[in-house]
């Protein structure tokens, strides 16, 4: 189950937010460059075959692709999965995470292209690296080591300003964690989503839609 939230950890995020909001992006440029990424336009990150293609995404995304394609909430993400069930059978998670198609591919995938590219999420932008502080860090990718990383600048910008976004959802989510409605009795699997602007109650339906509470 979830650990206890003290002010203690939401002050040490605090301190760190502080830290990456004065991290200029020139200082890990080089680190960039270095990494040598090009994109292969291979759409092995978007696939489910070739392993884990989870991808988190915030509220304030998931608005910014509902407004220009047209989807409701719940054709662009679904709850995070978690093992974390209370007493009374809620599964409890964090964040969202975006639909994927019933064989692994992310739902916004066709053609071998990203259909929201202009408005995909940081994690995506981002990938395959991402910052620790101000130490990058690489995951698997065929575009690794190709030579120079193309536009390193903007991306050195991009990777800032995911770990500043993603530590303040985090700082906000746990300010809001204690808040937590009372959902009503349902039929099919509740959970209890908690992100940076509170805690939303969903239902999963027996053939696998979901609604809010």
Known sequence: ??????????????????????????????????????????????????????????????RAIMAVSGSGWFDVARPHESGDV????????????????????CAFLGGGRCAIYDLRPLICRTYPMRLEGEELELYECDGLGTGATDNAPDLAC?????????????????????????????????????DGEGTRMVVEKADGSFSFL
């Open 1 to 62: 189950m979830r650990a206890p939230v003290t002010h203690d950890s939401i002050a040490i995020l605090k301190k760190e937010l502080e830290v990456f909001r004065a991290i200029s992006p020139r200082s890990i440029e080089g680190q960039v460059s270095a990494a040598g990424f090009r994109c292969r336009h291979c759409a092995k990150c978007c696939s489910g075959r070739f392993g884990d293609n989870t991808v988190t995404i915030f509220p304030s995304e998931i």
């Open 86 to 105: 209370d007493a009374c059978g809620v599964i409890h998670t964090f964040e969202w995470v975006l639909r994927k198609k019933e064989n692994g591919d």
């Open 158 to 194: 991009t990777l800032v300003k995911r770990q500043i976004a993603e530590t303040a959802e985090m700082i906000s989510l746990l300010e809001k964690l204690d808040a937590m409605p009372e959902g009503a009795p349902a039929s099919g699997r509740l959970y209890a989503v908690h």
